[in-house]
């Protein structure tokens, strides 16, 4: 298997950049504080960075589903880690790394909206084209074909996440 670039760390640097401006311009009118959800583990470098972009306070939150083994999906949603802190009337931006077919996103929208926030709304640096759930990502970065990526967060069987760009293995 070789590795070979999809995105490069350049493009990455540009395009959270101007996920940043869009969501400080989409938000400031709204509230001056932003509840911000990263979803574990492959979210992680792309929230680190994307809140360092964001031009108002934002509220960090971590939680932890997955619903991969290896390449594939399981099907099924595991939830190691949840929020504590109350959602009501707070305005919710959930950092996804990849909208694949949307199952996740889905399960934690459902169980978001049950705590009556003001709004969620999605950033995914990544969006597939086969997202059968309907997620409407507000904020999309980078839409790709059909692509196992890894690096910048995503892996294979936990590794490659460290990779400062977005590869895929062929």
Request: charged share 25%.
């Amino acid at each position: 298997m070789e590795l070979k670039t999809l995105i490069s760390k350049e493009q990455l640097d540009n395009k959270v950049r101007e996920l940043g401006k869009a969501i400080s311009d989409y938000y400031k009118p709204k509230t001056n504080e932003l509840f911000g959800v990263c979803v574990l583990k492959g979210s992680v470098n792309f929230y680190s960075d994307l809140v360092k972009n964001i031009d108002m306070d934002v509220i960090y939150n971590f939680i932890q589903v997955s619903s991969y083994s290896g390449k594939s999906t399981t099907g099924r949603i595991k939830v190691k880690s949840w929020l504590e802190e109350s959602l009501e009337n707070k305005h919710v931006l959930i950092v996804e790394d990849i909208v694949d077919t949307g199952a996740t996103l889905r399960y934690i929208i459902k169980y978001l909206e049950k705590q009556n926030p003001a709004s969620i709304e999605i950033a995914s640096l990544v969006v597939k084209s086969q997202n059968q759930n309907g997620i409407d990502v507000r904020f999309p970065g980078f839409d790709i074909g059909d692509y196992f990526i890894i690096g910048y967060g995503l892996d294979y069987d936990e590794k490659y996440r460290n990779l400062p760009y977005i590869g895929y293995l062929e």
